[in-house]
């Protein structure tokens, strides 16, 4: 009974998701989201019967969020100064960096590193992370306007 409410909670959030997207709700539209829901629920669990969740963030990872609000303002700051450059003609000061990234820890560990890194990094407007090579401890990533690798990032491989 537990994994039939389970699986009809996704069912439902699944749907209530369809009509967000789809923003028109009518009897065709509850049929085709129900179906599409059902796929999406069938196809959730096969993916998890072949390779289970792997994600598992420390808990001071995340209270490093507070810090992302000044960074994109920063980053904001530097891509207007980029596109006042474009506007008198300037070349762009765009480039591709890498910077040490260590993961560690199981799989799971190593795998919340990488996925809240490229999310941190990425969330503001002056960078992109491009790759995160596990191999070499690397981290490429593109910047509009070149700074510093934000502290947030730093606090991911403690």
């Known amino acids: 009974m537990k994994r039939f409410a389970g699986y009809l909670s996704k069912w439902l959030a699944f749907i209530l998701l369809w009509f967000l997207f789809v923003y028109q709700v009518s009897l065709p539209e509850f049929f085709a989201g129900a179906a599409a829901a059902a796929l999406t629920v069938v196809a959730l669990e096969k993916s998890l019967q072949a390779e289970p969740f ?3 963030p420390k ?9 992302l609000p000044g960074i994109v303002l920063e980053d904001f700051a530097a ?3 980029t596109l006042g450059r474009h506007a008198v ?3 762009s000061l765009a480039l591709f960096q890498l910077t040490p990234f260590h993961t560690s820890g199981d ?7 990488r996925c809240l890194a490229t999310t941190f ?4 407007p ?3 992370v491009v790759d995160i090579d596990t191999e070499r401890d690397l981290m490429m990533f593109h910047q509009v306007k070149q700074a510093p690798v934000p502290l947030i990032i730093r606090k991911l491989e403690e």
């Open 107 to 113: 799989p799971a560990r190593r795998a919340a590193q």
């Open 121 to 124: 990094m990425s969330l503001s």
């Open 79 to 81: 891509l207007l100064q």
């Open 59 to 67: 808990l001071g990872w995340w209270a490093q969020i507070w810090r």
């Open 89 to 91: 003609g300037k070349r």
């Open 126 to 128: 002056n960078s992109v």
């Open 54 to 56: 792997r994600f598992s």
